[in-house]
C-alpha cells in the first residue's frame, strides 16, 4: 500500500523560511517523479515544484522560482520542499504527489497517481 506522508507545515510570519517532508512507503521511490502541489481555500490545487526520478532537472511554478527549492533523499524515501520568503498569497494546504512516470516536465493533478493528505502552511502577514 502506498502512502505519503506530509509533515513540516505550521504558522510563519511573512518573509520566514519553513521546510516541507514527505515521506513515501510501498513504492519504488527511486522510478517515480515527486511533485509538491497546494490548495488554497476557494482556489484549485496548483501544481507548485517537482523532481524527475534523477532529480537532475527540477520544475517550479513561476510563483516560487528563486524562493522555493525541491529535493529528494533516495535512501530515505523522502522529498523535501524548502520554502524561503514565505508571503501571505503561499497560504494553503501543501500536498505530496507521486507519479509513476520517472520524468516528465508537464505536472497535472490529474496525472499524479498517489497523494497525500496534506499540512497547512498559513503565512500570516
Known amino acids: 500500500q502506498v502512502q505519503l506522508v506530509e509533515s513540516g507545515g505550521g504558522l510563519v510570519q511573512t518573509g520566514d523560511s519553513l521546510t516541507l517532508s514527505c515521506a513515501a512507503s510501498?513504492?519504488?521511490?527511486?522510478?517515480?517523479?515527486m511533485g509538491w502541489f497546494r490548495q488554497a481555500p476557494g482556489k484549485e490545487r496548483e501544481f507548485v515544484a517537482g523532481?524527475?526520478?534523477?532529480?537532475?532537472?527540477?520544475n517550479y511554478a513561476d510563483s516560487v522560482k528563486g524562493r522555493f527549492t525541491i529535493s529528494r533523499d533516495k535512501t530515505k524515501n523522502t522529498v523535501y520542499l524548502q520554502m524561503k520568503t514565505l508571503k501571505p498569497e503561499d497560504t494553503a494546504a501543501y500536498y505530496c504527489?507521486?507519479?509513476?512516470?520517472?520524468?516528465?516536465?508537464?505536472?497535472?493533478?490529474?496525472?499524479?497517481?498517489?497523494w497525500g493528505k496534506g499540512t497547512l502552511v498559513t503565512v500570516s502577514s
Open positions: 504527489a507521486a507519479d509513476n512516470r520517472p520524468y516528465g516536465n508537464t505536472w497535472v493533478a490529474a496525472d499524479m497517481d498517489y
Open positions: 510501498g513504492l519504488t521511490f527511486s522510478t517515480f517523479r
Open positions: 523532481v524527475s526520478w534523477s532529480s537532475i532537472f527540477p
